[in-house]
């Protein structure tokens, strides 16, 4: 449900509410080469078309801190003073094409303007929420809309003549490399559960180092950490992002130690040693997140409860299975010529079109450097003879034709797969 919100007056504030309301507000001047790479065609079309109508319209949330973090941002979303109805009147007035009204009811339309599409979103306060979505509120009120968002650094606005405009010490907390809730934490959680991981995704993304936590934030993480078991959706997107950042080690047993874990579908007794020893082999290696996350699982089960809650892909499931199984049973012989056969044979058996890429990150997770050089510079070499072949040479039978190919992938296994079609069919006895 939504209402159209104007300035109260005579309310009761708390004294954290009038506290957050004292803030100065800060503003400076960007003028970056990333900021001014913004302005295509289709973004002056749509400020001056705002302008024009005198609707408040700035740059929002973490294309922000991109640009602050000298980074042009992959996606630009922006927050106007004007209500729904008013921008389609708008966009309709000029012969602007809308799509997606699905966000219309939460504020937010996008437009097409010189074949880019521009996400706007009205002000809002939230009214009320369930731990996920929130009732909200149009406002007018800037700071009000700073004040629902997550964490400062997300949480500032910017102009299109490059002033910014930071409720919360955004900016300061930016350049301090510091994460921090927007006012009381708790409350923030409380709001949506999900910015739980989100703490720990922007601080594996920002933090120089770990352990450099308000210890009122991670009380308030331990607090409501149970609120993460009604989530389902967005989960896994967090875990992933948290698993390629910095920190990984450090922020994986702090899921851990604040009993996060056994609401986001993560094993309780985890393998925390083997955690730590893959996050150090895979070094430098860019694994998939699930190699890293695989460490953390005993036995199959775990993968299959892992399934059930975060409904990861067909591929995560298997590559995940596929580790588990095999990183103990598929290992290189130390004392042979060809330690990377074993890992061959494993893709040549399969006979599956992803073996080669579950058998490269296995071989991160093991650590195993030069294996993986060199698995990367191998081309799967395909079996040289067909049933075709093995008629030709004379033989009708299909039960003989298949345990005669059997018989001719053994040798040619054992060739190093290096054994050709006519010599491999010489063993064939004639009739």
Known sequence: MLRHLYPRHGSVLSWSRLCILKRRLFTMKLQSAEFQSLFTQGLKSLTELFEKENHELRIAGGAVRDLLNGVKPQDVDFATTATPAQMKGLFESAGIRLINNKGEKHGTITARLHEENFEITTLRIDVTTDGRHAEVEFTTDWQKDAERRDLTINSM??????????????????KNKKVRFVGEARQRIQEDYLRILR????????????????????????????????????????????????????????IYDL????????????????FNQVCKNVEGSSPKPMTLLASLFKVQDD????????????????????LVKSRRDLLKATDSPEPLKPYQDHIIDSREPDAPARVRELLKYQGERALLTEMERWSVPPFPVSGHDVRKAGVSS??????????????????????????????????
């Open 259 to 274: 009993d996060v874990a056994p609401h986001i579908g993560l094993p309780a007794r985890a393998s925390l040693d083997e």
């Open 199 to 254: 703490y720990f995704r922007f601080y594996g993304r920002i933090v120089e180092k770990p352990g450099e936590h308000d210890p009122e934030t991670l009380e308030a993480i331990a607090e409501n950490a149970k609120g993460l078991a009604g989530i389902s959706g967005q989960i896994w997107v967090e875990l992933k992002k948290i698993l390629v950042g910095s920190h990984v080690t450090h922020l994986v047993h702090l």
């Open 157 to 174: 606005f910017l102009g299109f003549d490059g002033t910014l405009f930071d409720y919360f010490n955004g900016y300061e907390d930016l």
């Open 398 to 431: 299909g039960k003989e034709i298949g345990a005669l190919l059997r018989q001719m992938r053994e040798q040619w296994n054992k060739s190093g797969y290096r054994m050709e079609k006519d010599e491999l069919l010489s063993h064939i006895k004639k009739p």
């Open 303 to 322: 993968v299959m409860k892992l399934d059930l809650r975060l409904k990861i892909s067909k591929e995560e499931k298997n590559l995940a299975s596929f």
